[in-house]
């Protein structure tokens, strides 16, 4: 048995001699049993495994008894979780190290079910191994809570729904610190990280999304949520079979991407970032780079939306069609805005249009102070704007270098509304603009 209460015997005498009640104080409980066997008597404030010693479950059902945070201290090794870790009161809890101390789940369930729980802290600690069948959240389930992962990994779980690694709703705040959320697979949204349309929010620093898998879109993170702020982050080889490989933001919700990597990612469209209808996406201070789409928009595509790319490197994209660094696009009744704005885009492939940027019908796009250079397509390598669009270039922007296979190797437009000044053009292949 091992419990820490700060509350020393003169001070319980003193407050039943006086006649009033203490507060109070959290507990600490030490693991010392690696096994899972439930708590023996919940409630009584001793963490007693019906096995003996303290696991990490039965310190987890005291904790769900207490009104209180407590504080549960795991060791180094491996426990095997044989049904999920449900939390439903506040708790801190910490391994020995990402990697040293490993709650994994048995293969049919998922390892945490976090729920209305108030403030929870999971850090120093590696979740693997979670499954949830036709269900979400394999790696931990957040529901309503304030959930904070600190220090931790996140790996090699499975959703058969959405949220490979990790699920995030019904007005659950999901922080990920200093974290890597990796190897994780959703059948269908956010094979890393799901973020659900009811009032949930998701802020990710200092963190790395990599190598997980959706069946639908978000390979990296699935945000429906009206707000998820990532920075600092490395978003890395993920990939979905529809759109965006890195990251989808959708359903009108508001991303703020800054100080990122977006590397390495795929989908059929937006294969780094995917800006779906009415949500709002602004990118500043960051790479895109090397991702590819079968479809359109390699580095992202904006759909119906509103995508402001401030002080970006867009570079080495690809695009089985339209738009290899950036492609925005308009929907029947929604219309595509996209700000490009101090940011270079280099190098990017498509193999129709629009090698740097495709400007779709009825979309609106303004290029100010950027660099458009090397960038290859048949048409438009540079940037290709269509039919009723609407074209801005403007303060000391610079086409240079690119090269059409056919016309149009700075820009070629095919009927749309353009206002370009105070802008360079050199070197571009056949030439600057299609007239």
Same mark, same amino acid.
């Given at each position: 048995m091992n419990k820490y209460i700060g509350i020393g015997v003169a001070n319980l005498c003193l407050s039943l001699c006086l006649g009033f009640s203490m507060t109070a104080q959290a507990a600490k409980f030490k693991v010392d049993n690696l096994g899972d066997s439930e708590d023996a008597n919940p409630g009584n404030g001793i963490c007693d495994a019906s096995g003996g010693g303290c696991t990490l479950r039965a310190a987890i059902d005291e904790a769900n008894a207490s009104s209180d945070a407590d504080d549960i201290r795991v060791p180094a090794g491996l426990i095997t979780a044989n049904a999920s870790l449900k939390i439903t009161q506040e708790v801190k809890i910490s391994?020995?190290?990402? #990697?040293?101390?490993?709650?994994?789940?048995?293969?049919? *369930?998922?390892?945490?079910?976090?729920?209305?729980?108030?403030?929870?802290? /999971?850090?120093?600690?590696?979740?693997?191994?979670? $499954?949830?069948?036709?269900?979400?959240?394999?790696?931990?389930?957040?529901?309503?809570? &304030?959930?904070?992962?600190?220090?931790?990994?996140? $790996?090699?779980?499975?959703?058969?729904?959405?949220?490979?690694? /990790? *699920?995030?709703?019904?007005?659950?705040?999901?922080?990920v610190l200093k974290s890597d959320i990796s190897d994780n697979e959703a059948e269908t949204r956010g094979g890393g990280i799901y973020v659900r349309g009811d009032g949930s929010v998701l802020t990710v620093k200092h963190s790395r999304i990599s190598g997980n898998e959706?069946?639908?879109?978000?390979?990296?993170?699935?945000?429906?949520?009206?707000?998820?702020?990532?920075? *600092?982050?490395?978003?890395?080889?993920?990939?979905?079979?529809?759109?965006?490989?890195?990251?989808?933001?959708?359903?009108?919700?508001?991303?703020?991407?800054?100080?990122?990597?977006?590397?390495?990612?795929?989908?059929?469209? +937006?294969?780094?970032?995917?800006?779906?209808?009415?949500?709002?996406?602004?990118?500043?201070?960051?790479?895109?780079?090397?991702?590819?789409?079968?479809?359109?928009?390699?580095?992202?595509?904006?759909?119906?939306?509103?995508?402001?790319?401030? *002080?970006c490197k867009i570079s080495g994209n690809e695009a089985g069609d339209q738009g290899g660094?950036?492609?925005? &696009?308009?929907?029947?009744?929604?219309?595509?805005?996209?700000? $490009?704005?101090?940011?270079?885009? #280099?190098?990017?492939?498509?193999?129709? +249009?629009?090698?740097?940027?495709?400007?779709?019908?009825?979309?609106?796009?303004?290029?100010?102070?950027?660099?458009? &250079?090397?960038?290859?397509?048949? &048409?438009?390598?540079g940037i290709f704007t269509s039919t009723g669009s609407e074209l801005t270039v403007e303060g000391k922007s610079k086409i240079e270098s690119n090269v059409a296979g056919n016309d149009g190797g700075g820009i070629f437009d095919e009927g749309a509304i353009i206002d370009v000044t105070d802008t360079k053009f050199k070197n571009n292949v056949p030439n600057d603009i299609n007239l």
């Open positions: 391994g020995n190290g990402a #990697g040293k101390t490993i709650i994994q789940g048995d293969g049919s *369930h998922r390892v945490f079910a976090v729920e209305f729980a108030g403030k929870v802290l /999971i850090k120093k600690v590696t979740i693997q191994g979670g $499954v949830a069948s036709g269900d979400d959240g394999g790696g931990v389930l957040n529901v309503g809570s &304030r959930l904070t992962i600190d220090n931790s990994e996140i $790996v090699n779980n499975y959703a058969g729904d959405q949220g490979g690694g /990790i *699920h995030n709703r019904e007005g659950g705040d999901l922080t959706s069946g639908d879109d978000g390979g990296g993170i699935s945000n429906s949520g009206p707000l998820a702020i990532i920075s *600092h982050s490395d978003i890395v080889d993920n990939k979905s079979a529809q759109e965006g490989g890195g990251l989808i933001n959708r359903d009108g919700g508001k991303a703020l991407i800054s100080h990122c990597t977006i590397i390495g990612n795929f989908a059929m469209s +937006g294969g780094g970032l995917f800006n779906n209808v009415d949500s709002v996406m602004t990118v500043d201070f960051s790479d895109i780079e090397d991702n590819d789409a079968t479809g359109d928009g390699g580095g992202l595509l904006n759909q119906a939306g509103e995508a402001t790319i401030d *002080h660094g950036l492609h925005n &696009r308009s929907t029947s009744s929604d219309t595509g805005e996209m700000t $490009v704005v101090q940011s270079d885009i #280099g190098w990017n492939t498509a193999a129709t +249009g629009g090698g740097g940027i495709y400007n779709r019908e009825d979309s609106v796009l303004m290029v100010e102070k950027s660099k458009v &250079r090397g960038n290859t397509a048949f &048409r438009g390598a």
